[in-house]
């Protein structure tokens, strides 16, 4: 879930007084038990559910789950997917940090996301599931029958992936610096039990597939769902009720910031930031399911009806989400001091694991913490496995082995899962947080930019395939510029943020939304003069019947051979 409009959630160079931390043993043991069984019930996936006489040798075994999961599995792994460990640490942070604008709207937008998800995903599960489809990219070049088109989704979709991966290890991170886990001084123990956790998710996942992440999440969801309610229900009663909380963060937050001279941020949403806060929440919700991991989850399901069902039920976590921002205004109340490893250096990140650890037994806090380390092993490894479908299916099919075998995709898949990831990992190590952010905020307003080619295509071939694409690469070029030209004022850094006013106005809206416009209107015109003009455009391999296809409709292979599954070219 990408919910962090500017980079202010990244380590602050505020030093506090204190000692460099020392380790929390029981907290560290209670975390250190759950992980190993996570990390079981992850090589043991591989048994679950089986993969046929083929094994988990084919995408849509290894990278779909066989396409065969239910409502509850469904509902766990798109829960697992989408509220990760990053939104649940940065979330409150940006509610401690600056207020409601940069962490509250991630609350609506999960609210709206949901119909949207109802009315399009179904009709992509529908056709994907008659032409046999992984990817949007395979959609999109099936749909309008090019494959310049197709790449470029499937570039667009794996580059803004591979920051959110990354996001998933500073989750895990912040849970190793509060338990005092580390060292300043000495950069390889620093970064040990990171590597030593995602070389267990990069082999249960190179095992299990998609199947270890859909076990995991039940855990991981139990875990969460357990550790916000005691909280939202214990704290609030500690600190003096919400009353007192709540006039807490008033007085922080409207205090004036040494680097601006204006207040750190809002409480409530001023009449000045409505327009951020809605365009925010609206292009995130319009981006969200554009992402490769949640595709690949809706993909996984084995019924259109089993994604109508998850759109009802999954606002649930929207619940949860809502609780757990709130937990930003407690740590306020509680005086939470969210310091790095020696003691000094004030991480927003850390301030939820710093509140469990600083007010709940350490038996406890380990479960709380085991649940955000464990919640970003889940979407990196479907994070993981959706970039490297793309890239076997739209890059290496499609542009260098075209007669390529379903086992050798699997095959490909694989290894290109452990390349995505350990790339993320070498990220994380060797970058700073700030940077990985930055580039997070890049992907979200790219993603949004595959909207038009994806959606239109769920229901009209009116748009020209080459307009699509022109519209994509303006838009792109756009969010890129506008989002460079937002220079922290703190860090007086580029990309420091997405939230920029419209070309000639004072109205200040999230980046993605104006990118999103200029694509559209491009895309649009360019449609109107390529038809006027007659410029060929590409095959269609779709019918109208596909798109409301139910489980027992037959693929299309099996019908005919007149509607070919090899690359659009």
Known sequence: MSIVPSSAGATSAVMAEGPARSIDGVALAVVVVLFVLVGVLGFYAARWRGGGKEGLHTLDEWGLGGRKFGSWVTWFLLGGDLYTAYTFVAVPAAMWATGAVSGFFAVPYTIVLYPIVFLLMSRLWSVSHRHGFVTTADFVGGRYGSKPLSIAIALTGMVATMPYIALQLVGIKAVLTVLGVGSTDNPLLNDLPLVIAFVVLAAYTFTSGLR??????????????????????????????????????????????????????AIIPGAASYSA???????????????????????????????????????????????????????????????????????????????????????FAGVALAAIAVGALVPAAIMSIAAANLFTRNIYRDVFRPDVTPRTEAKVSKIASLVVKFGALIFVITMDQSAA????????????????????????????????????????????????????PATKQHFGGSIAAIPGTDVQVYIAVVAFAINGMVAVLLTLVFHAMKLADGKDITRSSDYGANEDNPKVVKLSTELPQTPIA
């Open 212 to 265: 270890a992440p859909a076990m995991i999440a039940v855990v991981k969801d139990v875990l969460i769902y357990l550790a916000v309610i005691v909280a939202i229900i214990y704290l609030p009663a500690k600190f003096g009720g919400w009353g007192t909380i709540f006039d807490a963060a008033q007085t922080k937050l409207t205090a004036l910031s040494p680097a601006t001279g204006k207040p750190v941020g």
């Open 277 to 363: 806060y809605w365009t925010l929440a609206l292009g995130s919700a319009l981006a969200l399911f554009m992402y490769p991991h949640s595709v690949t989850g809706v993909l996984a399901t084995k019924s259109r009806n089993t994604i109508r069902k998850n759109a009802a039920l999954l606002p649930l976590y929207s619940l949860v989400l809502g609780f757990l921002a709130l937990l930003g205004y407690v740590a306020i109340a509680a005086g939470t001091k969210p310091t790095e490893l020696d003691g000094k250096t004030i991480n927003p990140q850390l301030v939820v694991p710093q509140l469990f650890l600083d007010n709940f037994p350490s038996w």
């Open 437 to 488: 952010i930055n580039l997070q905020l890049l992907g979200g307003i790219w993603i949004l930019q595959t909207f038009p080619s994806i959606v239109a295509g769920l229901y009209t071939r009116w748009f020209h395939r080459w307009a699509l694409l022109a519209g994509w690469a303006a838009g792109i070029i756009y969010g890129t510029v506008a989002a460079y030209n937002v220079v922290s």
